[in-house]
């Protein structure tokens, strides 16, 4: 009877893991309400209702202390005017500094005054660029400036300057063979236009025309029509690129040809032989009319 009651718990290997598995799938099926239950987690739902005290306390904080700062800041940085009739030629620190204006924009007037500067109508404290537009209506009623203070027109510089302007004299300039410092001479033209006409000439081999400047970044038609009665153009001197010798890396450099077009022409070359003359440029697909047209005064086949 024993033995037959034993035959029941007995198991063999593979039932044995079997039961082990099982039973574990069951604790764990038992088990898991309890765990669901205690760290499930509910998100709280933000809803209109529970932001509105805080919200009604930000604007109550606003509306007590935000333009109370805004006011106390301006009263410190922004000098109280007390104004008065004024000359402004040798008006004292002192006095600037009453009228409204800061201890800098004052200095920098007096500073002005030491230099030789001289105020000779009202339209001159106008051009004073530490005096604003509004700040010049607030004084202009409060000028006076005597008879004697008017004249000799000439003998001060500008307020907008600290030194007399030098007018340049009209010259003509060869592009293709100035240097950056002869650019400058032109009138129109500083130091940070000349280098880029010089990048640009450097690219092109030197200016076909004198339409080309256009081309260079910065030079809209209004500074072109300052600059081009002061400019020529020396077409012997342009550095011609020969078709039938450069490389790519020489093409890919010139302004008017893009990278597939510069490989297009050395692939034709090394697939038909050399190029003979123009029409030979217009057997490349790649290569439009324009283009051609741009590139011809460039190339010696």
């Known amino acids: ?47 209109i209702e529970n932001l509105e005290p805080q919200i009604n306390e930000i604007e109550r904080f606003k509306d007590k202390n935000h333009f109370n700062d805004d006011e106390e800041t301006s ?13 402004p030629n040798n008006l004292s620190l002192q006095n600037w500094m009453k009228l409204g204006l800061s201890e800098k924009q004052a200095n920098s007037i007096k500073s002005y005054e030491a230099k030789g500067g001289k105020f000779r109508n009202k339209a001159d404290v106008k051009k004073m660029f ?93 500074k072109f029509e300052q600059i081009k009665n002061q400019i020529k153009v020396d077409h012997s001197i342009i550095v011609l690129i020969k078709i039938n010798e450069c490389t790519f890396d020489q093409l890919k450099t010139f302004p008017y040809l893009a990278y597939k077009q510069s490989n297009a022409i050395i692939a034709y070359r090394k697939q038909h032989g050399d190029y003979k003359n123009q029409s030979d440029l217009s057997k490349i697909a790649i290569l439009n009319v324009e283009t051609i047209q741009k590139i011809i005064p460039y190339i010696k086949f």
Do not use: C
Not at 77 to 84: D, E, M, N, S, Y
């Open 75 to 87: 009263d410190l940085t922004k000098p109280k005017a007390q104004l008065f009739n004024f000359n």
């Open 130 to 222: 530490v005096i604003s537009a509004e700040k010049f209506i607030e004084l202009e009623p409060y000028i006076q400036i005597t008879e004697t203070d008017s004249q000799n027109k000439f003998d001060y510089p500008s307020p907008n300057s600290n030194y007399p302007k030098k007018v340049r004299e009209n010259i003509m300039v060869e592009i293709n063979s100035a240097d950056s410092v002869t650019l400058t001479t032109i009138s129109g033209i500083g130091p940070s236009f000349a280098s880029r006409i010089i990048k640009y000439k450097n690219r092109l081999g030197g200016f076909n025309h004198i339409n080309q400047l256009k081309e260079v970044y910065g030079i809209d038609s209004i």
């Open 1 to 47: 009877m024993k033995k037959k009651i034993k035959g029941y718990f007995e198991f063999t290997p593979g039932e044995m893991r079997g039961l082990i598995v099982f039973l574990l799938l069951l604790s764990i099926i038992i088990i898991a309400p309890y765990v669901w239950e205690k760290f499930n987690y509910q998100p709280i739902k933000i809803t």
